[in-house]
Structures are given as C-alpha cells and as structure tokens.
C-alpha cells in the first residue's frame, strides 16, 4: 500500500504562488504516476494536472495551463505542483493521487492512492 501526504497549502493573495508537495511513501511501483485534483465546496473532484512516472509527460486542465506546473523528483518520491498567479477561484483542497502506470491519467476513477488534501485559499 502506497501512503501519499500533501503540503504547501495555505492562504494567499491573488497574483501570489504556492508550491504543493506530495510525498509518497509504501510498496509503490517503479512506474507509479501521479496527479493533483482539486476539489472546490459544493463542487466535484476536479483534475488539475498529471505526470507519468519519468516526468517526461505531464497533461493539465485548460484552468491552469500556464500557470501551474506538475514535477517530480523521484529521489524523493515527491511530487509538486507549483501554482503560479493564484486566482480565487483556485480556491480549494487539492489532493494528489497515485497510480501504478506508464502514462498520464486525468479522471479521478483511475486512480488507486489518495492523500489527505490540503487547502489552499486564494483571497481578492
């Protein structure tokens, strides 16, 4: 089993920059890829970016294309998102999730590991 904890949330300006980390830890696979989803209140688990298990493919929604970017540092078993001129209506927990695989994954269904979430606040 494959334990994913996030952090690097918080609250911030709009215009600001965050940087998530997800740290995976257990029996994952050596070609495990990862994902960030974020889930705003009253709303569905959204994608928001993915990257296969090299960093050598990474996908995004049209939402964040530009301003975030998914890496990987494998030495570390982590994962980041970097959020760039945060918007409030960026506002949410974002998870990251985990999979054993080759490639990209962008529906929450497909994946196999989940962390615990961590807020992030974007203020006007």
């Known amino acids: 089993q494959v334990q994913l904890v996030e952090s690097g949330g918080g609250l911030v300006q709009a215009g600001g920059s965050l940087r998530l980390s997800c740290a995976a830890s257990g029996s994952a696979s050596s070609r495990y890829a990862m994902g960030w989803f974020g889930q705003a209140p009253g709303k569905e688990r959204e994608f928001v970016a993915a990257i296969n298990w090299s960093g050598s493919q990474t996908r995004y929604s049209d939402s964040v294309k530009g301003r975030f970017t998914i890496s990987r540092d494998n030495v570390k078993n982590t994962v980041y998102l970097h959020m760039n001129t945060l918007k409030p209506e960026d506002t949410a927990v974002y998870y990251c999730?985990?999979?054993?695989?080759?490639?990209?994954?962008?529906?929450?269904?497909?994946?196999?590991?989940w962390g615990q979430g961590t807020q992030v606040t974007v203020s006007s």
């Open positions: 999730a985990g999979k054993a695989g080759f490639t990209t994954y962008i529906t929450a269904d497909m994946y196999d590991n």
